[in-house]
Each structure stands twice: as C-alpha cells, then as structure tokens.
C-alpha cells in the first residue's frame, strides 16, 4: 500500500487525473495481452500463464512498488534464461526459482541495495541485451516459418540447424507470420487504426485469416495447448525440496538481477516521462512481493516493463492506479474472450516477438558504442555480446561485471599519483607559513588519490624508489579521500623501508576518517605521536625541531638497522671463510 498511500500523498488520485490513469490502464492493458501471452510461450509455459503473471504482478507492483507509474509483467529480457529453467527443470522448477529470486529481491530491497544495482556499466546492460535480443530472434525462426522440430544444443549448433531447414518452411505459416509482422510494425500508416497497439491489430488480424480460411499445418494456440480456461489460477503452494532449492540458486539469482536491473531501468524512464522520483530500494521490495506471490497463483518472473509503462504514461497514466487497471483488464480478458483465443497462430506470436527483439536490440546505440566508447569498454561490450550469444546469460554478466571492475580498478589505480613538491612548486605556500625554503634535507611528498589496493604498487614504487636520501620525508595526505587494508599494509612498509635507510617520516592533513584507519591500524604508534601533525605547517616546524636538533647532535643519528637478511648472509661468510672466528 506505500505506493497507494504515496501517490495519494501527491494528489494523484484527484478526480481530474482519475479518468486519464483508467484510460491509460485499459490501452496498456489491451498491450499487454498479446505480449504476455507470447513471452509466455517463448519461455516454455502456457499462454494463459503470461496473463496470470501480468495480473498478479501488475497489481502488486502498481500497490507495493517504489515507481508510481510503473506497469509490470513477464518481459522479453526473461526469454532466454527462463526457457532454459523450463527445458531442464519443467515449469515447476522455474516457478520455484522466481519464488526463489523474489526472496532475493526483497532482501535486497530490505538491505538498501538498490542504488549499487544502478552502477551496472552501461556495456554490460547494452552488451547483455542485444545479445538476448539476437537470440529472442533466432529463438522464433521454427514458428515464424512453421518449420519442423530443431534439435536443441548451443546457440551456434541450433542456428546451423535452422538454416539447414529453411527450405522446409511452410507457405501458409510463413503468410501469416509476414502479414502478422506488417501488422505489428506499421499501425501507424493504416489511417483509422493507428491508434491500435501493433502487437493486437497483428494478433486479431492473424487469428481471423486463420479462423475463415482455416489453413492446414498452421500451428495454433489451440493445436499446441488446448483451450485457454475461461476462469482465474486457484492458489497452490509448488512443493519444493532441498535439493531443487540447491540446484536453483544460480538460475535464481540470475532472474532476480535481470529483474532488479530491468525494472530500475524501467522506472528511471517512468521517472523522466512523468517528472517524478522512484524509491528504488521499494522498488525492489515490491518486485520481491511479486516474484514470490505470482508463482503461488500460476505465473513466472515478472519485473518492471519498460515499453507498457511508456505506452501507460503517454496515455495519461500517472499513477499505480493505471497498473491496478491494467490487471483488471486483463482478468475481464479472460473471463470473458479466453475461448476466442483458439485459432490465434503462433507464428503471430513470433511476429511480435521480431520486433520485440528488433526494438530491445538497440542495434543504434550498440553501433555507436562499438565507433565511440572507449577501447576497453569496447571490449567489455563485445565480450558480454559474445557471451550471451553463445553461452549464457549468467556467464556473460558475471565475466562482463568483472571485466568492468577491473578496468575501474585500472583507471582508478592509474588517477592515484605520489608527487614531489620541489621548493620552487611550494614557494608561495611556504611563504604563508613564514618560511623560504625547505630545512635542509627535508623532502616533500602527496598522494593525489585513493591509497587501495590497486594502487599500492605506483604509491611503493614512488615513495620507496626516491633518488635521494632524505634526513625526513613530510608525506601529505590531504587529497586521500579513503584508504583500505592493503594501502595501510603498504604504507607500514615503506615507512620500515624508511626506517632501515634512516629516514624518518611524518604524516599529516589526513582527513578523520583516514587518520582513524590509520590509529587502529597501528601506523600512528608505529611513527610515534610526534610524527603525525594536522596540518602542513606544524609538520615543517616539526621537520626543523629535528633538523636543528641532528645538527646539534650529529652522532645522535642512528645508522639504518641491518636487514636480518644481510646480517645473516654476513654470518655465513664469516663462518665459511673464517670458521665462525671474526
């Protein structure tokens, strides 16, 4: 109800903006039911299934989501992985692993997790969905065609066995599958129909031709499953074990990312059609709610749709409402047109899913990305591409993540540098300070970045590599936003490598948050209190105490502590050389 009561909030349920959400919910309504009953049975179920996800998870959604006019439902995203769930676990096993991964997708709503989902690289998310969408294609070649039985195996071996057929497409699917296709693409050059969604004025006018003309060899709704039933899914718990649970993780919480992801980005574009504000950590609570209740009610993984929230929102939807409306309309659909449903063709299905997977595709953007993006990122995108085409969609996510935090790391590692301040670069802030020049041997040294793990090696090489040596090195700290575990490892070495070579170091301008990383890492007793000062100032004052006290004293400096390496070498020397005698 938090949407509900949201929108309320807002004013968005005052009688003028009633009628434009109930309008908007009955033509997204109309929308969504060929396409959900097309990636229905692309994904392996029933056709009735898609519309019994459509209703269960458009409600809850539109009353428990973060995203006021989101519309959600079975998408063409979810093709792929879930005819694969389906094809090895049966329809019970994917109706477990929604319920599985919308478990998921409510602990990551709970646990604040739906702003990192959003940092997805954008490669990744085009390289992943072209990828789908060429195999959404390839996948309706058989009923597009009307082609017999394919055998099944990688994406390759089905596509070289797909063309070795195609001379045996069938004339009358194929028709119909042509003008479906037409239908589907062109509504608005037909004068009065344009205001018709392609994907019905394709399905009605499919299912006509084939209910007068009654062509034999066309497969239909009604030679491939039988009657829709003309009522609404009892509820029914699917009976899980511990294993199925074990063998479903995986493919769980693949639907429960793409769903994250999917839905985020859908409501990001609700969020700049309608000039509101998504919640996105609710937004993944009422995905969750969703995913587990739809499967208890007959249905498979939904998540945000991002062409039926636009089609809702440029028809005056502007509130959960349009969703509750939507589901409404499709349950009347059942009801009330389930036996007419018959004689629909599935090559219409196939239609409509050519140009669900032509408009997912993003040839455009991919086509740029490939001319503009930077070099690795031209990778990373290729490389997920590749790895959805021809392995699967968990594989190339988690390689194209990967990849993408690597070449982060890699930038980020490269954006860290160690500098030296000559006297001459330090000039006018000395003379703030009241001083000319450096005390006598006395370098200075800043780390412009994050001291983390990948960048330790040009933070060691800097320090420890000096050309110099220095009586003290003053290492500014002041443009380190955060430090890790290995940064303060590697800092504790270079200042016993200084050590050993007789330089003493002091820190300072740390911000709070590092000089309390440093404390409990123990690098502050390590260089003694003195040695770590607030500000730059008091650090040059401290580096001439010293100095003036060397020169006062200069057999009070101690020479560097011999490495237990070289004193052992030196030992067994002596003892070959001079039998242990010095």
Same mark, same amino acid.
């Given at each position: ?157 089905? #596509? ?5 057929? *195609?001379?045996?497409?069938?004339? =009358? %699917?194929? !028709? +119909? $599958? ?110 969750? #709610? ?5 499967? *208890?009610?007959?249905?498979?993984? =939904? %998540?945000? !749709? +991002? $062409? ?117 670069? *330090? ?156």
């Amino acid at each position: 109800m938090i949407n509900i009561l949201e929108a309320r909030k807002a004013g968005l349920f005052a009688r003028d903006k009633l009628l434009p959400n109930v309008i908007a919910g009955a033509i997204v309504g109309v929308v969504a039911l060929p396409l959900s009953m097309a990636f229905a049975i692309a994904s392996g179920a029933r056709p009735e299934q898609g519309l019994y996800t459509a209703i269960v998870a458009g409600f809850l959604v539109s009353m428990f989501g973060g995203s006021r006019a989101q519309i959600a439902g079975p998408t063409g995203a979810f093709i792929v992985i879930l005819a694969g769930i389906t094809a090895k676990y049966g329809i019970s096993g994917l109706q477990i692993a929604t319920l599985m991964a919308g478990a998921m997708l409510l602990f990551m709503g709970i646990a604040k997790m739906g702003s990192v989902i959003k940092f997805i690289p954008a490669p990744v998310i085009v390289g992943f969905t072209t990828g789908i969408a060429v195999i959404i294609w390839v996948g309706q070649w058989k009923d597009f065609f009307g082609l017999p039985a394919i055998p099944g195996g990688h994406f390759h071996e089905k #596509l070289w066995h797909l063309l070795e057929a *195609l001379p045996q497409l069938h004339p =009358a %699917t194929t !028709a +119909i $599958a042509l003008v479906s296709l037409g239908l589907a693409t062109c509504p608005s050059r037909l004068g009065r129909f344009k205001r018709i969604p392609g994907p019905l004025l394709a399905l009605v006018g499919a299912t006509v031709l084939q209910s007068i003309f009654q062509f034999n060899g066309v497969a239909t709704i009604g030679s491939a499953f039988g009657e829709i039933p003309q009522h609404l899914p009892s509820f029914s718990i699917p009976a899980v074990t511990m294993s199925q649970v074990v063998e479903l993780i995986g493919p769980a919480f693949t639907i429960a990312m793409l769903g994250a992801i999917e839905s985020l980005l859908s409501a990001v574009v609700a969020d700049g059609m309608v000039g509101s504000k998504h919640d996105s950590n609710q937004e993944l609570i009422g995905q969750g #709610l969703a995913n587990m209740v739809t499967p *208890l009610f007959g249905g498979f993984a =939904a %998540t945000g !749709a +991002i $062409a039926r929230t636009a089609t809702s929102i440029r028809n005056g939807g502007s509130s959960p409402l349009a969703g509750i409306i939507h589901a409404g309309m499709l349950v009347l659909v059942i009801v009330l047109l389930a036996p007419l449903a018959t004689n629909v063709p599935l090559a219409a299905f196939a239609a409509i899913l050519f140009v669900v997977a032509y408009n997912m595709s993003e040839w455009k953007h991919f086509a740029k990305m490939l001319r503009r993006a930077p070099r690795a990122d031209v990778v990373i995108l290729v490389v997920t591409f590749l790895l959805t085409v021809l392995t699967d969609l968990v594989v190339a996510v988690n390689i194209g993540v990967i990849l993408a935090i690597m070449q982060f790391m890699r930038r980020m590692a490269a954006a860290v540098e160690v500098q030296h301040f000559t006297e001459l670069e *330090l000039k006018a802030e000395l003379a703030q300070h009241g001083w000319t020049t450096l005390p006598p041997g006395v370098l200075v040294y800043a780390i412009e970045g994050p001291v983390f793990f990948g960048a330790v090696e040009n933070f060691e090489r800097a320090l420890v590599h000096t050309h110099t040596e220095p009586r003290i090195l003053i290492l500014r700290l002041r443009w380190v936003p955060f430090v890790d575990m290995t940064g303060l490892l590697t800092l504790e070495e270079v200042v016993l490598n200084m050590r050993k070579r007789g330089v003493r170091m002091i820190l300072c301008e740390a911000n709070l948050k590092v000089k309390t990383k440093l404390a409990r890492a123990g690098l502050l007793e390590l260089i003694g209190a003195d040695d770590y000062r607030e500000d730059f100032a008091s650090a040059l004052s401290h580096s001439q105490e010293l100095t003036e006290h060397d020169a006062h004293a200069p057999h009070a400096r101690k020479s560097p502590k011999m490495s237990s390496y070289a004193e052992n070498l030196i030992k067994t020397s002596k003892d070959y050389f001079w039998g242990g005698k010095d």
